[in-house]
């Protein structure tokens, strides 16, 4: 009885092992291992940088504000002849992606402007990161992380409003546009 405890034990070791041990890609190796390969391009930017008018928000708006942490963008940038490179990293965000633990929210475009899908991990009002992939033929593909808190993607929705609305200056805007010239 004794040994087929131990037996029973050292099973379960084995398989707890060997599935902490899993090797598949991930999200941020795929950041990581992009962000300085040529034809990507990559930033960070903390919310505190879109400097914000808070006292222009609404009170979901700034629940919405308070919850975001950052910003992470990787993006390829389509040339002529990387055309084959770039579907091939596409390839691989598109099988991360696949993962059941990213929840497709969204889905949209068109073959022509270029198409975009929105994923989360988390659920309602408890989603510590937003995915978004867009990709065009001509301009390349991008994969922005929305990383925070108990983010809500409808209040995330209304947040993103103040971006339409203008209520950020258009120079604080071009701090950020400035990395990709």
Known sequence: MNSSIKTLIMMLISVVTLQSCNQDPTLQSF???SELAPGF???????SLLKIDE???????QEAYDSVDKLSLVAFVAEDGNAEEMNTEYAKVEAILKNPKYEELMRGGNSTDGK???KCIGDGDNVDEFIL???SIEAGFAVVRVLGDDMNFAKIMKL??????????????????????
């Open 116 to 118: 975009f899908v929105i």
């Open 55 to 61: 006292t222009l928000l609404d009170e979901e708006q």
């Open 160 to 181: 993103a409003s103040v971006l339409d609305e203008g209520n950020i200056e258009e120079t604080q805007l071009k701090q950020i546009t400035k990395f990709f010239q």
């Open 31 to 33: 950041y990581v291992d």
């Open 133 to 135: 992939l867009g990709n």
């Open 41 to 47: 391009t990559s930033l960070d930017v903390p919310i």
